[in-house]
DNA sequence: TAAACCAGTTTATGTTATAAACCAAATGTT
DNA sequence: AACATTTGGTTTATAACATAAACTGGTTTA
């Protein structure tokens, strides 16, 4: 009846995020915190999270003297996501 | 952007449970634990926090001498879920 | 009458989300 | 030049959470 909700994904950031780079070629950083309107701290953490699970790529690259840290979704990311949001149906189509 | 996840409904089985009660007049707790596949222990324990939000009531009965919990959504549960559903759409949209 | 079962509740524990504190480098200010 | 502030993060501490395990109180079965 109920599918199982990937716990990598149930979390407001970080579906936040996904749901971000799932329609964007790559999103740095400073872009990321903006639009999910998150703390450094916090994003940082759960950008760590989805990169071990190879949910998203982070490259760290500098622009003149300054960091820029770019992520991008992986294949795997993309179809747990999907995934996910199929799942997630399950619970809200009444 | 994106638009807050009620905390509350931002559970796995707790969101089960409101997506079952909320098409349904009533449901008691045998039958939850059954759709939901979930422990005695864990849906206790969600019942009564969506109980103190006033999400749902419970009530306790007899039938013979077995006690029988039975749950039912109130005015606020229910759109504490649409609006759930509704703040989702801004993370699975794309 | 003891064992097993049913319908739950309480408690303990590991995990999580999050904020706070911190850091190094770059930039602005006096 | 020296000092403060901002930028772009990371690390650490903590409170809340989800969950399973242990327990309870009554009931049926052997």
Redesign the pocket.
């Known amino acids: 009846m109920f599918k199982e909700l990937d716990?990598l994904l149930?979390?407001?950031?970080?579906l936040a995020v996904m749901s971000i780079l799932i329609s964007v070629e790559s999103a740095?950083?400073?872009f990321l915190k903006q639009q999910t309107d998150?703390?450094?701290?916090?994003?940082?953490?759960?950008?760590d999270?989805l990169s071990a699970a190879d949910y998203i790529v982070v490259k760290?690259s500098f622009v003149?003297?300054?960091?820029?840290?770019t992520c991008h979704i992986t294949k795997t990311g993309r179809e747990a996501f999907e995934r996910y949001v199929e799942n997630l149906k399950t619970y809200i189509q009444h």
């Open positions: 716990p149930h979390s407001q950031l970080r740095d950083f400073v998150s703390t450094a701290g916090n994003l940082s953490v759960q950008l999270k760290k003149g003297k300054k960091t820029r840290t």
